[in-house]
């Protein structure tokens, strides 16, 4: 399946079973939204998004969805994964880099 429609057949699956959301963008008679056309221009570009919005509205997940429909990502991991969690990592191999450094120094 060619990039385009894959775009198409993601959004159709988005908007029918999971984000509620208006079609505001046409493309060739094919209607998106473009919130979520974004994203999955996003996505495939890997590049970053940052959805802003009031609560409740669906930011999670959309890119969580998007996450895990484009790069087949199971959605459980995309749904468990939390910056607070990556930053906990990073501390861990940080310190334990540092150790390393101070004890190669002794």
């Known amino acids: 399946m060619d990039e385009y429609n894959k775009f198409f057949k993601i959004n ?22 473009s919130a979520v056309l974004l994203g999955l221009l996003t996505a495939a570009l890997n ?7 009031e609560y409740g509205l669906g930011k999670t997940t959309l890119s969580e969805t998007i996450s ?9 991991v995309t749904e468990s994964s939390s910056i607070k969690e990556i930053l906990n990592c990073l501390m861990k191999v940080l ?12």
């Open 12 to 33: 159709e699956f988005i908007r029918d079973n999971i984000y509620y959301c208006k079609n505001d963008f046409s493309c060739n008679g094919k209607e998106s939204n």
């Open 47 to 53: 590049g970053k998004m940052l959805f802003l919005g």
């Open 68 to 76: 895990s429909l484009y790069f087949g990502i199971p959605l459980s």
């Open 95 to 106: 310190l334990e880099d540092q150790i390393w450094v101070n004890s190669t120094k002794e």
